[in-house]
């Protein structure tokens, strides 16, 4: 009897959805307390930085996943030239990021639901969120793949919507008002939040061996995701500035009072009112964006983690697929219990920097093993190669590495505690591989 495969259902269009969909709700929420520790210069210089590393990372990454399409990603990138030991630890990198970001996006959601409908607690909205997504994505990918082009459809035009209002209000003075309040050390600490516009993109290589034609069809996905989201990036950040500068869409009662995670609400309600249709109507809609990213990321953490277990770094149930849907649903539902410990220690910020210490591991051990795999398998069919080799998975290098060392200089406790599940968790897989 032959094992239960992934099913092959996704096409161009649904793979360029799930990129948007992963990232879209950094759009949303999270960046705009990047502003607060650099200005608008700051944190502007870092989204251009991090913008030029996620470029350059897509169309590196492109070649790894058309020449090598697995559910792991970089862990079957890193285990195929840089042996088992570094394959591991960019595993659990990406595990890491897949895993804990799922979280913060569910606890911004049960606050979502909150503001409308007070008397339901964030946190039961957070697990309800979850257990709802987690199902739609055991039931099936095709099913959660036709949810997730809806829904990012939506989001995407909802944030089009918002530029089209708030761009008749713009005025360059508000950018330049006070633009590098704390200097060089407010640019380098505004990095995880200029990470937060991209981070999840290559989620779309998880889902390869999901793919109809993965050698043509992923190069098109991460193609025309990267490109709809740096134009999302460039246009949500300068209008949402310039209508009253950037203090305006991080304090929620002026400067010095509670930040706020809402910075598109807080600019539109400058422009139109907060008892205003439109201000309702682009709140409400607003929620697709978050529900596109939760939802895609727990699809792409599941079959990370399954790959795991398929390799036994794991336990071997989280390799296993159902024979009823064909998808890995002990992996999902294995990721969900440890999202939802999480999302109990209601430590949102700590869990959004602990998923982009993850990231930036899986970044820069994916461009090693590139520029490692042309040395020593120049013969391996590569349907896209990257333009420019070596230059762009060098330009990652070195953005990936000063961003992790400026991580660990401002996030030293957080830091701390990630290098802590590696160093445990390559303890756990030396003892029981052996």
Not at 72 to 79: L, Q, R, S
């Amino acid at each position: 009897m032959s094992a239960v495969k992934l099913k092959k259902t996704l096409t161009p269009f649904a793979l360029w959805a799930l990129g948007v969909g992963y990232v879209i709700s950094g759009m949303y929420f999270g960046w705009n307390l990047g502003l607060e520790k650099g200005g608008t210069l700051g944190m502007g210089m870092a989204t251009v930085v991090v913008m030029i590393m996620y470029v350059t990372f897509t169309f590196s990454y492109t070649e790894l996943a058309c020449a090598i399409p697995k559910a792991g990603g970089v862990f079957d990138y890193a285990g195929r030239v840089l042996g088992k030991d570094i394959a591991f630890i960019s595993g659990i990198a990406q595990t890491v990021e897949f895993v804990f970001a799922p979280p913060a996006i569910a606890f911004a959601i049960g606050a979502y639901f909150n503001a409308f409908f007070p008397d339901v607690p964030i946190i039961t909205s957070a697990v309800i969120a979850y257990l709802l997504f987690t199902g739609l994505n055991i039931i099936g990918v095709k099913a959660a793949a036709i949810f997730e082009m809806v829904i990012t459809v939506l989001a995407v035009g909802e944030l089009l919507l918002f530029v089209g209002i708030t761009v008749p209000h713009f005025e360059a003075s508000n950018l330049v008002h006070n633009a590098f309040p704390n200097g060089w050390g407010g640019a380098f600490a505004a990095i995880p939040f200029a990470i937060w516009f991209f981070l999840g993109i290559e989620g779309i290589a998880n889902v390869a061996e999901e793919t109809k034609n993965p050698q043509r069809d992923i190069q098109k996905g991460f193609g025309w995701a990267i490109f709809t989201l740096a134009m999302l990036c460039i246009l949500v950040f300068t209008s949402s500035i310039g209508v009253a500068g950037w203090e305006a869409v991080v304090y929620r009662d002026g400067i010095g009072g509670e930040t706020s995670d809402s910075p598109l609400p807080l600019a539109l309600s400058i422009v139109t009112g907060d008892n205003h249709l439109m201000y309702h109507l682009l709140i409400t809609v607003g929620l697709f964006g978050l529900v596109a990213s939760f939802h895609g990321l727990i699809l792409a953490a599941g079959r990370s983690t399954y790959e795991m277990g398929k390799a036994h770094n794991f336990p071997g149930m989280f390799g296993k697929i159902s024979s009823k849907f064909r998808t890995p649903a002990y992996a999902l539902l294995g990721n969900m219990l440890v999202g939802l410990l999480a999302l109990f220690s209601g430590r949102t910020g700590e869990i959004i920097t602990l998923s982009v210490f993850g990231a930036l591991t899986l970044y820069v051990i994916a461009m090693v093993a590139l520029i490692r795999l042309r040395k020593v398998e120049p013969g391996l069919d590569r349907p896209f190669r990257v333009p420019f080799f070596p230059l762009f998975p060098i330009t990652v290098l070195v953005i990936g590495i000063l961003s992790l060392v400026a991580m660990f200089v401002y996030n030293w406790g957080v830091g701390l505690i990630y290098l802590l599940i590696l160093f445990l968790s390559y303890c756990l897989f030396k003892v029981f591989k052996r």
